[in-house]
């Protein structure tokens, strides 16, 4: 197979989206899938089979010069390297999948065919991103996804809470972008290039990472890493991303789920050498993560919307990755990506499942759905048990590659959050679980129903993606991806060890076992719980008051300022002001006959004078547009004439 | 061979004497109709003189586009305005006689530069054969970003003139 | 290929080569030169009006036959002499010029309108070696050479000073212009492909059977260059601005005797080279297995000739808003299209890029069709006055 | 270069100056335009002439002068476009019939 043949991986959703956009509301309408769904799946035909020549050891890359561009040429081209055979891996085959699922969810919706336009561009700007072999086209396709990310949100924009979370997610991940743009130059005017193999060459080595400048770099790797905690919602970042479940389910699930947040992930993995090669950068990173880590999970035991509690969930998914990365775990942060995709897009299409079967999103208002609804029920427990951690699911491997990770490099503080974190994970979901699918129904307005075929296919194909996808990072498997990913980046490797796994597994098990007690039996331990203790039970449900310190901290001083000032003008301008005013009448008054008998006699004589020149140079404003270019024609004369002397 | 070349520099000086004959009719033939004319063949005789130099492709480009299209649309436009550039007034203003006069004392002074000049013909592009490939390699390489310009003006100008001569709806 | 073959094959080369011998023998170098243009152009000056006497035979013969009639066949054996007894009647009838004509114009018309039909031919490849000026820009010479023509049919229909002249200049420029854009860019596939403007390199890159109609992008550039052919002709379907039956003939009314004659010389010349340069460009020119060069390229040619004659018989005329409409909003995306796939097919070879082309064509096709839907004009009603 | 090259600028400039009377005094709009095409013709070939002085790349002078066609072309679509909505409002095409903008 032709690797050039990956160019149309991007380029075949990019048609959808572009026949769609003009097109699709007039001729394709409920059509407008058939092809979002059909160039998604040419596109991960044609990825696969590339990806698994990756697998077995390929490695492709090839480019085309774009633009020529002062001195050099602009030269875009594609990097298949096992980091994006994975990633490609995962986006076409989910992205496939949610499309497939989207298509029953969406129908009937009015704007149908424009919805598949803005998936088809998310699409393609996702796969354009991971098989980018340069920071440029990474970042092009980066801020498409962000306008995609604006575009999906506010996709109901009719409600106005929409209209501003889009508003919001755009503007709060502008910032990391801004970081990410500053980065990326910084490290473009230490390196000289922005190609990631080129990087690499340059940083693998100590003897040429020694000519570049480390402020330099140590800028650079902060800076983008600023985009990571934009794009992928860490703290202090995050806020975006429980808001932007206003968009429709699918597009959580596909967004801010499965693979646009990932990007942020796959940024630090891209720019993986860099941090390395500043290790002094490292802990930043590791703290950052593992603080979202522990606070995502904390504020998502006391959420009652469905798609909150997986929005929050999300963050801290994402926050143990970001950890991951911090202590050098390639990875095992990549493996949590690939894996946590699967399960997540699944539990996001479970919820959208019961959304649509429900109408309704809190789960205190549901309840008793298994019987009403076995497959969604099924596979939304295989993916929470997956996410909980419950070996052998693939949520279990990849979590315990983290924890390992975290153990054996020494961080041991991060170990115990992580690992609270992991009960805290295991406890919420199964909260989530046992309120909407098990016990009585709560709400006799619910009326729900079983989702049609075309929604619950793609939640099967997903489960068993979630199900056996961490065999290869299993030591069953001998850890072959993490060794393939080795191949790509070299960064430490660890044996396997039974307490971590033992740790891991008892967390799991007891959260899931205490939300058993808690939520099947006894309801009401969890209000004496929250009486108990109160603060933490506040700080939890207020989502760590960080909307409301944004607002205090900076909102607030600004309109406090503006107010003083207001008060300032109010006061001490308008009372000078108003006593200048009494004087001046007086002096007006004075002044009023010096006006009326000097001042306008000279203002008349300068008039009558000007009156009398423009009756005399009017003449020369002819109109004629000939004759002012006769005279700028001689004027021009004359100074050639004069200007050469020849007179 | 130099009867052959004699004959071709007095064709070349006959063309342009031509040429010049013909633009002098396009700028004092009273029938509009009839100068527009004249400025084709004065586009085609200036393209005649392209291939004097070797620039195949300008010729081409210059009948076809010049010759082709804006005389074509210069004299669609004259017939659209026909009827009233048929009346029998003047087709001159009142400056002419400035204007002349100006412009015979520019053609001096720029003629006497001219032959005072010493221009130095270089030997390594008179020599130069320029194909089309040349073309259009620099068109896309060296002078992409004016290459660029030029289609975003046109592009500019064509979406202009639509709207200036669009009728407006009448109320 | 056999030495009979290779000796009718260059026939007509050989015959030009000796004629030169012969002269070189006699007269000075410079006049040797001088005497290859002038046979290559006698050669042309004869070829054309022989070439246009014949086809209006064709043309009444076949369209004859299609409507269920002999055509002419009393003059000469099978009416071969009719052409013949056509031109003589056309010398010997009266010569009329409308008294408000702009006489210089009028009779200048006629003339300059042979001029670039003629020219045309210079760059036509007859047959292996057999181009009369193997131009470096030859496509574009004859693109630029055709779009002159335009000019005297302006002046032709303003110098009659008749309004239905006038309507009919005014058509052609609209009409002519607009078909220009679509059947110049049909073009660039095929320079893109031979990497070349020259005729003969086009037809040389055609070698074999390998010619540009049997890729998708040569077919789909075929049909937009052969529709646009038939317009630039202003022969039926597009015959607007000649349109008997509105118009009263359109820019050539007020012409009569051997002016109408030049007219109609120039328009069937222009419906040879034109088809000539579209078997030249798309089918193989003069390539082809067995037969001489030349057999071949008049073979293509005048089967092409016979597509327009067919046309004639067969389809109605447009509508005003449905011809521009064609060259706007659906040949003209379309040829931007093809040169999309044209790109395509050279960079995926094989028969991924075949496939992909054909497709991407196909579906460009259906789409434009789709948004072309025709206008029905409402139907109007005029009610008479008792 | 078979004719000397002063002989072609002399060409040109005489060419420009045509063209240039023309724009002058020219009455109709229509006419003024067909000057201004002669007046660019005669950049067009100043182009090509001195492109064969210059230790520029050869092609240099005649990718200008595509450009000045281009803008050639583009003057008279927009300058005809501007012919046709003046005749369209005011019913003239003399450029001394329009102005308003006098005092």
């Not at chain 1, 479940?245 to 429709?248: A, F, N, Q, R």
């Not at chain 3, 009263?248 to 007020?254: I, K, M, N, S």
């Given at each position: 197979m032709n690797p050039d043949m990956i160019y149309l991986v991007p380029l075949l959703p990019f048609t959808a989206f572009v026949v769609n956009i003009l097109l699709g509301a007039r001729f394709l309408k409920h059509r407008a899938s058939w092809l979002s769904i059909a160039t998604s799946a040419a596109a991960c035909a044609i990825a696969l089979p590339i990806c698994f020549a990756v697998f077995k050891g390929g490695h492709f890359a090839g480019e085309f010069s774009w633009l020529p561009v002062g001195g050099g040429t602009l030269r875009f081209g594609y990097l298949i390297d096992p980091l994006s055979a994975s990633l490609l891996f995962m986006v076409t085959i989910v992205g496939t999948l949610i499309q497939i699922y989207a298509s029953g969810y969406m129908a009937g919706d009015p704007r149908y065919s424009r919805f598949f336009a803005y998936v088809s561009l998310f699409m393609a700007a996702m796969l354009t991103l991971v098989i980018s072999n340069n920071f440029i086209l990474f970042f092009m396709a980066w801020e498409i996804m962000g306008l995609c990310s604006y575009l999906l949100i506010g996709f109901y924009f009719e409600r106005e809470s929409a209209a501003k979370a889009c508003f919001k997610a755009f503007l709060t991940t502008r910032v990391g972008d801004v970081g990410f743009l500053i980065g990326m130059l910084t490290l473009f005017t230490a390196l000289g290039t922005l190609n990631f193999s080129e990087i690499n060459g340059a940083l693998a080595h100590g003897s040429a990472r020694a000519a570049v400048p480390a402020s330099l770099l140590v800028m650079s790797a902060l800076f983008m890493f600023c985009g990571t905690v934009g794009k992928s919602a860490q703290f202090p970042l995050h806020v975006w991303l429980p808001d932007a479940?206003?968009?429709?389910t699918p597009v959580s699930a596909l967004i801010h789920a499965a693979t646009m947040v990932a990007a942020g992930v796959f940024l630090v993995a891209r720019a993986f050498v860099i941090f390395m090669a500043v290790p002094e950068t490292m802990p930043v990173v590791t703290a950052i993560g593992c603080f979202t880590a522990f606070m995502a999970a904390f504020i998502a035991l006391t959420q009652t919307d469905i798609k909150r509690i997986l929005a929050y969930s999300t963050i801290s998914q994402l926050g143990y990755m970001v950890t991951a990365l911090g202590m050098q775990g390639l990875g095992a942060g990549t493996f949590h990506l690939i894996t946590h995709a699967f399960f997540k897009a699944l539990l996001f299409l479970g919820a959208g499942s019961v959304i649509h079967g429900t109408h309704v999103q809190d789960i205190r208002q549901m309840g008793g759905l298994f019987r009403k609804m076995p497959h969604t029920a099924i596979t939304f427990i295989i993916a929470s048990l997956a996410l909980a951690g419950?070996?052998?699911?693939s949520g279990f491997w990849s979590k315990d590659e983290i924890l390992l990770t975290a153990f054996a490099s020494g961080n041991i503080v991060v170990f115990w959050v992580l690992t609270l974190s992991a009960f805290m994970t295991a406890f919420y979901m199964f909260r989530l679980v046992f309120m909407t699918f098990f016990g009585k129904a709560r709400d006799p307005h619910v009326h729900a129903h079983e989702s049609p075929a075309v929604m619950t296919l793609p939640l099967w194909c997903l489960a068993i993606g979630s199900v056996v996808l961490g065999f290869p990072g299993s030591p069953f498997m001998h850890h072959w991806f993490q060794r393939f990913l080795a191949h790509a980046v070299p960064h430490p490797e660890y044996h396997p060890s039974a307490f971590v796994m033992s740790c891991s597994v008892i967390a799991a098990v007891s959260g899931i076992a205490l939300a058993g007690i808690i939520y099947l039996k006894n309801v009401h331990w969890a209000e004496a719980v929250a009486k108990a203790f109160r603060p933490l039970y506040q700080l939890s449900l207020n989502k760590f008051y960080v909307d409301e310190i944004y607002s205090r901290f900076v909102i607030r001083p600004f309109l406090a300022l503006g107010r003083v000032l207001f008060h300032f003008d109010a006061t001490v301008i308008d009372g000078a002001v108003n006593g200048a005013g009494t004087g001046s009448m007086w002096l007006g008054a004075v002044k009023n006959w010096f006006d009326k008998n000097i001042v306008d006699g000279l203002v008349n004589f300068v008039g009558a004078f000007t009156c009398f020149l423009n009756s005399v140079v009017k003449r020369l404003q002819t109109g004629l547009v000939q004759n002012y270019l006769l005279i700028a024609f001689l004027g021009f004369l004359v100074f050639i004439i004069r200007e050469l002397k020849l007179i | 061979m130099d009867i052959l070349n004699f004959g071709i520099k007095v064709g070349i000086y006959a063309l342009m004497a031509g040429t010049l004959v013909l633009a002098v009719g396009v700028v004092t033939l009273r029938n509009l109709f009839h100068s527009a004319l004249c400025l084709a063949a004065t586009l085609i005789g200036t393209a005649a003189l392209y291939l004097v130099f070797h620039a195949e492709f300008l010729a081409a480009v210059q009948i076809l586009l010049y010759v082709g299209a804006v005389v074509t649309v210069i004299i669609f436009a004259i017939m659209l305005t026909e009827h009233i550039a048929e009346r029998s007034v003047a087709q001159r203003n009142r400056q002419s006689l400035p204007a002349l006069l100006g412009i015979l004392v520019l053609i001096a002074v720029t003629g006497r530069i001219l032959l005072k000049t010493p221009w130095a013909v270089n030997p390594a592009t008179v020599g130069a054969r320029v194909t089309v490939a040349d073309l259009g390699a620099a068109l896309m390489g060296t002078y992409v970003f004016p290459f660029e310009l030029v289609s975003v003006i046109l592009i500019a100008a064509l979406i202009g003139a639509v709207i200036v001569a669009k009728k407006e709806k009448s109320s | 290929m056999n030495p009979a073959m290779s000796f009718l094959d260059s026939i007509f080369v050989n015959l030009k080569l000796w004629t030169l011998n012969l002269i070189g023998h006699f007269l000075p170098g410079w006049a040797v030169i001088l005497a290859s243009i002038v046979i290559s152009g006698v050669v042309i000056l004869c070829l054309g009006p022989v070439i246009m006497m014949y086809l209006t035979l064709l043309e009444r013969k076949v369209v004859g036959r299609m409507q269920n009639r002999y055509g002419p066949n009393r003059v000469g054996p099978w009416g071969l002499l009719q052409p013949i007894a056509d031109g003589i009647k056309m010398f010997t009838k009266e010569d009329i010029v409308p008294t408000n004509a702009d006489k210089v114009i009028h009779l200048l018309a006629p003339i300059v309108i042979v001029v670039p039909a003629l020219m045309v031919f210079l760059v036509v490849p007859f047959g292996r070696d057999m181009t009369a000026a193997d131009l470096s820009i030859g496509v574009l010479y004859f693109i630029a050479v055709s779009s002159v023509t335009t000019l005297p049919i302006f002046m032709g229909s303003w110098a009659s000073r008749n309004k239905y002249s006038m309507i009919g200049g005014m058509r052609t420029a609209a009409q002519m212009i607009s078909y220009e854009v679509p059947m110049t860019l049909a073009v660039v596939p095929v320079i893109m492909m031979s990497q070349s403007l020259s005729t003969a390199s086009i037809v040389n890159a055609q070698e074999g059977l390998r010619w540009f109609v049997f890729t998708p992008w040569g077919l789909a550039g075929f049909v937009i260059f052969f529709i646009c052919t038939v317009a630039e002709c202003n022969r039926p379907p597009f015959d607007l601005p000649e349109a008997e039956s509105e118009l009263?003939?359109?820019?050539?009314?007020?012409y009569s005797g051997m002016k109408f004659a030049l007219f109609y010389m120039a328009e069937y010349m222009n419906a040879f080279t034109l088809s000539a340069i579209a078997v030249t460009l798309f089918l193989g020119g003069w390539q082809g297995p067995f037969l001489p060069s030349w057999v071949w390229f008049f073979t293509k040619t005048f089967a092409l000739i016979f597509a327009m004659i067919w046309f004639r018989a067969t389809f109605p005329r447009f509508r005003v808003d449905q011809l521009m409409g064609i060259a706007w909003k659906l040949l003209l995306p379309l040829t931007l299209v093809n040169m999309l796939v044209a790109g395509l097919w050279y960079f995926i070879p094989g028969i991924t890029g075949w496939v992909g082309a054909a497709v991407i064509l196909a579906v460009s096709f259906l789409g434009l069709t789709a948004l072309n839907k025709p206008v029905i004009p409402e139907k109007r009603v005029y009610l008479l006055e008792n | 270069m078979i004719i000397p090259l002063p002989h072609v600028l002399l060409f040109s400039l005489a060419l420009f100056g045509i063209g240039a009377y023309g724009v002058l005094t020219r009455r109709n709009i229509i006419g003024i335009l067909i000057s201004i095409e002669l007046m660019l013709n005669a950049a067009g070939i100043n182009l090509i002439a001195f492109s064969k002085t210059t230790a520029l790349a050869p092609e240099t002078g005649q990718i200008f002068a595509v450009f000045v066609i281009a803008i050639a072309a583009m003057t008279a679509t927009v300058g005809l476009a501007i012919v046709l909505a003046l005749y369209r409002a005011r019913k003239t095409v003399f450029a001394d019939e329009v102005n308003l903008l006098k005092w």
């Open positions: 479940m206003e968009g429709p419950i070996p052998p699911l | - | 009263v003939a359109g820019f050539h009314t007020e | -």
